[in-house]
Each structure stands twice: as structure tokens, then as C-alpha cells.
């Protein structure tokens, strides 16, 4: 049971009981007064609370707020994947475990208030690149996440994930983020039916039928949403448009609401690691870990300096274990059967509650595993309900192209490439490998090889021979 108690003191009384005194931001002080609190051990000595300035109902509020945010992952992430030929009801599944396990890992070992679960962006390259586009089975693409995975793991245990980072051009970094973005959109205007298939241009505009104008009435739902701050803007703009379809005859009615979790037994474990360890693979294998740990790190940075856990130098403390559970995840998702698990932005919305630990990322890792009791309810979605999430999602990624530099050529024209040739491509794999070739042969052409990084020449070498094969 919990026990917290509030008390207002007077300044002057502060020091009479500095046992209790938590000395809160400017902004939470009431009167010039100081708000005290006693919290159970177990949540202290778990979490820290008193020294993260935080309270148990603020912890709680936070991780609700994460979840709500971030929770329509548990119905864009499986229908992407499903498109792969995986089991749905299986992956809805494991999309809510993937999730609900990372985030309790980086909760407990970290005390973070992160939350983890399939990577948007990544789950695309997944589907759209490996399997769809190169025709490489479901097991085989899960083989290729749990190597990148494994490699991700060796980099963060030796200390080479900071190396890594420091050798990709900061133009680079923000342009894959963007680029990915593009591309997620790209591909929710697909699944909406506006942007269709044209033989003599390559696409076109769809028509204005009634799922694709329920699809854009649910964009602009979420968009005032989101405009308003109201929690969880994209999931309750995804369950409006569903609502507003079964109504209509556009889309059928759920068989259930509450079920037991389908079984993950058709996607979990499948995995073929020796299809994986392919030559021709080994640079989709390093895309996932590239991508990966950009994602990661900005994320955490991000998140981590919104929640004050900056120290006075700049670092962030626990960086490391925070970047190993993010490894540790993207190989339990892979043997569960899901793409690569990382950290997510929306972990922001609960820090702006007010979230400093780990007790923020452990409520929402329980919604999460209770989430997969709706099962039904979540593949009775329309992929034109789900479709103004993903565009929303790019807009969120498009956020980094104001600090791309586009009047030096030098870093300006490989980031637009990069950016521009993953959605016209429909490869992120390509888009990052134009990147890499096009900074380094600039910078050959110029006499200004020496200021590439020895990692970043490696990174354009592996671009070159998978263009090749």
C-alpha cells in the first residue's frame, strides 16, 4: 500500500525536520513555502524519489500519460508487419510484451523514465525494404534485427557507441531522422489511398473516396489534437475514424473487445540466423544498428535533458545501461518476433507531467502488457484509420531539418540526398548509403579526405559494395 503525506512549512521551519524536506523547482513552491512528503521505503529505495523531487502520484501520472501518448503503436506497428505475411493477432501480441518488457527493463535497471517499443521508421525498413522490397522472409529479416541487435550490444559494452556517433556528420544524423520521416508519411498517404500508383509518373493523387476522407478527416482530428495538447491525440484520433467507419459501412465491427492475448507462438522464435549471417545481407544488418543507435541517442538526449538528468558537464549518468537495455530489447523482440525496440520520443509527454524515474516507465509498462487483452479490438482497425498516425509520425521526424546547414554544399547536398532518395526509393538502406558516398567522394574531390572519419569511411566502403552486389 502507499502512504504519502503532504505537509506546507514555513521556510524557517525547513530545517527542523530535514528528514522529510524536499526542496521542489521554483514553479512547484507555494508561497516561498516548501512542500514535504513521506513516501514507503520501497518506492524510495527503488526509485529515489525524494532525490529526483518527485512523488509517487506524479510517477503514476507520467507513465499514464506515456502510455496514452504512445499507444498507437499497438495498432500501426502490427498492420505494418502484418503486410509481411506474419500472424496479426500474434504480433499485436508481442508488439504489447516487446514494449512492455523493454520499458520495465530501462525502468528497474536504469530508473529511467524512458519507454521503449518497436521502432517506427525501423519497422518500415523491415517490411518495405527487406521482406517486400528484396524479398527476403519474414524469419530472415527477424535474423537480420537480432545480429544487428547483437552488434548494437558489443558496440555500448565496449564503448564504441559514442565513437560511432561522433564519426557520422551532425547534417547526416538529422537528415536520416527527416528522411525517415518522409518516408513514414509517404507510406501513410499510401495506406490512406490519396497517393496511388501511376504507370506513366509513378504516383499520383487517389480518389476522394469515403475511407480516404474519413482518413483525412482523422489527420485533421489529430492534428487539432495535438494542437491542444489533449493526451494521447493520435490513439483517440484512430479510435474516433474506426468508430466513424463501422458507422458508415466502411469497416466492420470488432468480434470482441476483451479476450485472452493471441498467441505469439506463429512469429515467436522463428527466426533463421543462418539465412541472416548471408554477405548480402551484412549491410541491412548495419542499416538496423545505424539507424538504431541515432535513434537511441537522440531520443535519450532529448528526453534526458527535458527530465533534468543532465549533469554539470553535460553527461547524461546511466547513458550506458539505458543504451544496453536498448540493445538487450531489439534482441528479445527479435526472438519474441517483432522488429527492432527502441526508445521513444513520446516518453517526453510524461516527463513534461512531471516524470523523473523509473516508477514513470513502470506504470507504463503495465498498461502496456493489460493492452494485450484488447487484442480484438485492435485488428478490427482500418488501415485508413491508422494512416494519419503514420503522416503525423513524419511530421514529429521533420523537426531536425531546421539545423541541417543547406547553404554549405558540403554538408548540405549529401543530407538532402540522403533525406530525399528513402522515401522516392523506398529504401532507408539506400537513402543512408547516397549519404555516406556523396559526403565522402565530396570531401575526396576537395582535397578534405582527412576530415572524414575513419568509421564514417568504413560506413561509405560497406555503401559501396552493397551497391555492387
Known amino acids: 500500500m502507499l502512504l504519502t503525506q503532504f505537509r506546507i512549512l514555513p521556510e524557517e521551519s525547513a530545517s527542523q525536520c ?80 516487446a514494449a512492455g518488457l523493454a520499458t520495465l527493463l530501462v525502468a528497474l535497471w536504469a530508473n529511467a ?16 525494404s527487406l521482406v517486400l522490397g528484396q524479398g527476403i522472409p519474414w524469419p530472415t529479416a527477424l535474423g537480420v534485427v537480432f545480429l544487428s541487435g547483437a552488434f548494437f550490444l558489443l558496440l555500448t559494452v565496449f564503448g564504441f557507441r559514442e565513437r560511432l556517433l561522433r564519426a557520422i556528420p551532425p547534417s547526416l544524423q538529422q537528415a536520416i531522422s527527416v528522411g525517415i520521416g518522409l518516408f513514414i508519411a509517404f507510406i501513410g498517404l499510401q495506406n490512406l489511398g490519396l497517393v496511388v500508383k501511376n504507370d506513366a509518373v509513378l504516383v499520383e493523387l487517389g480518389h476522394f473516396s469515403p475511407p480516404v476522407l474519413l482518413g483525412l478527416l482523422g ?9 491542444r495538447r489533449v493526451r494521447g491525440a493520435l490513439l483517440l484520433a484512430i479510435l474516433a475514424v474506426t468508430l466513424l467507419g463501422i458507422v458508415s459501412g466502411q469497416a466492420a465491427l470488432p468480434a470482441g473487445v476483451i479476450a485472452l492475448p493471441p498467441s505469439p507462438a506463429p512469429i515467436a522464435f522463428k527466426l533463421d540466423l543462418a ?11 548495419f542499416t538496423f544498428m545505424f539507424v538504431d543507435l541515432f535513434d537511441s541517442l537522440g531520443t535519450l538526449l532529448a528526453v534526458c535533458r527535458e527530465a533534468e538528468m543532465v549533469d554539470d558537464r553535460g553527461r547524461i549518468p546511466g547513458l550506458g545501461r539505458m543504451l544496453t537495455a536498448d540493445a538487450l530489447a531489439t534482441l528479445a523482440g527479435a526472438l ?24 514513470t516507465g513502470l506504470t507504463t509498462a503495465a498498461l502496456f502488457f493489460l493492452a494485450a487483452f484488447f487484442a480484438p479490438l485492435a485488428t478490427a482497425i482500418p488501415a485508413f484509420a491508422t494512416a494519419p498516425a503514420l503522416i503525423m ?11 541541417i546547414d543547406f547553404y554549405d554544399f558540403e554538408e548540405g547536398l549529401p543530407a538532402f540526398l540522403t533525406l530525399l532518395v528513402m522515401p522516392l526509393t523506398f529504401s532507408i538502406a539506400t537513402g543512408l548509403a547516397f549519404g555516406f558516398l556523396s559526403y565522402v567522394l565530396l570531401k575526396l574531390c576537395l582535397g578534405k579526405i582527412r576530415q572524414c572519419d575513419p568509421f564514417l ?3 561509405a566502403t560497406l555503401s559501396f559494395i552493397s551497391f555492387c552486389l
Not at 521503449?116 to 518500415?124: D, E, R, T, W, Y
Not at 519474441?336 to 523523473?356: D, H, I, K, M
Not at 509520425?393 to 539545423?403: A, C, L, P, Q, S
Request: with cysteine; net charge positive.
Open 393 to 403: 509520425v513524419g511530421v514529429f521526424m521533420m523537426r531536425g531539418i531546421g539545423r
Open 113 to 128: 523514465p524512458l519507454m521503449m517499443a518497436p521502432g517506427m521508421g525501423l519497422n518500415a525498413f523491415f517490411t518495405y
Open 457 to 459: 569511411l568504413f560506413a
Open 275 to 285: 539465412g541472416a549471417c548471408r554477405l548480402v545481407l551484412w549491410p541491412a544488418i
Open 18 to 97: 530535514p528528514e522529510t524536506v524536499c526542496r521542489l523547482p521554483t514553479d512547484m513552491l507555494k508561497n516561498g513555502h516548501f512542500i514535504t512528503y513521506r513516501e514507503r521505503p520501497m518506492f524510495e529505495k527503488l526509485f529515489q524519489l525524494r532525490q529526483h523531487r518527485t512523488t509517487v502520484r506524479t510517477e503514476l501520472t507520467a507513465g499514464v500519460t506515456t502510455f496514452l501518448a504512445s499507444a498507437y503503436i499497438i495498432l500501426v506497428h502490427p498492420a505494418m508487419l502484418a503486410q509481411t505475411g506474419m500472424n496479426q493477432g500474434a504480433l499485436t501480441t508481442v508488439t504489447c510484451l
Open 219 to 227: 489527420l485533421l482530428l489529430a492534428a487539432l489534437l495535438l494542437a
Open 336 to 359: 519474441l518476433g517483432t522488429s527492432t525496440t527502441t526508445a521513444y520520443l513520446e516518453s517526453a509527454s510524461g516527463v513534461s507531467e512531471g516524470g523523473r524515474t523509473g516508477l
